[in-house]
């Protein structure tokens, strides 16, 4: 599927913002990690419209959505493929019958943080980036098997509490909650690829109707996981 293509998708979705998204993506076309890292932004943006949600493509945060006067920023962080994940992952889909191996933690193959660090360490990062005073999401796009719910929900109580210290910066009260798209399915509370944890000492915590609003999301469209070329 070409930038083109993708960006017609999103307007099909009827997903605002695309022009400028679309700009964006044919500037940063001649970088084949950055494009992708962009992409994602967009396939977060298909996965709210597909449950109902008003979707409009930003700078800062990426994504807006709206529902029910419920309006969240997004913040999308991709991680992108571990090449050394891939001997292993791929001698796992050949075995007959199929078997279950641990993949290499994130620290083994990086070798300076655990997985859920490297994800509480980004979310502290993108907090500054969110908007003052109103609910925010901190989307994990994953194309690494090296993140998963486990760290998620790890990264989040880590989060939590950081929020604790007097130390803490403010800014980091405005995320109200982490998301995460992972490889595998079957995660999370509903047996989907997406899987989310609040942030309940957030200055505008995820209330009753946007905790069952945001359970819907279990997986993406199809079509949110073709690869994008220029």
Known sequence: MTIDQFCDVLRKFQISGVDQFQKKLRDNASISANLEDLVC?????LTFA????????RESPDVEV???????????????????HDPIEERMLREQP???????????TEGHEEDYDQMFRFA?????????GERNILFFWCST????DITLLTAA???????????CDPKMFNLSA?????????????????????????????????KYLLEEISNPPDVAFYPVTP
């Not at 932004?41 to 943006?45: I, L, M, N, Y």
């Not at 199929?98 to 083994?108: G, N």
């Not at 109580?157 to 130390?167: F, G, R």
Request: glycine letters at 8%; charged letters at 20%.
């Open 124 to 132: 502290v990062k993108y907090a500054r980036q969110l908007i003052d």
């Open 145 to 148: 098997v090296a993140h998963s």
């Open 157 to 167: 109580n880590i989060y939590e509490e950081a929020l604790e210290k007097p130390s």
């Open 50 to 57: 597909q449950y109902g949600w008003q979707v409009t493509m």
């Open 66 to 84: 709206r529902r029910n006067g419920i309006v969240i920023g997004i913040e999308v962080k991709h991680f992108r493929r571990k090449p050394s």
């Open 41 to 45: 932004e967009g396939r977060v943006a």
């Open 178 to 210: 982490m998301m995460i798209c992972a490889i595998w399915g079957s995660v999370g509370y509903n047996g989907g690829h997406i899987f989310w944890k609040p942030i309940w000492r957030s200055t505008k915590p995820v209330s009753v109707e946007l």
């Open 98 to 108: 199929f078997v279950y191996t641990q993949m290499p933690r994130l620290i083994e």
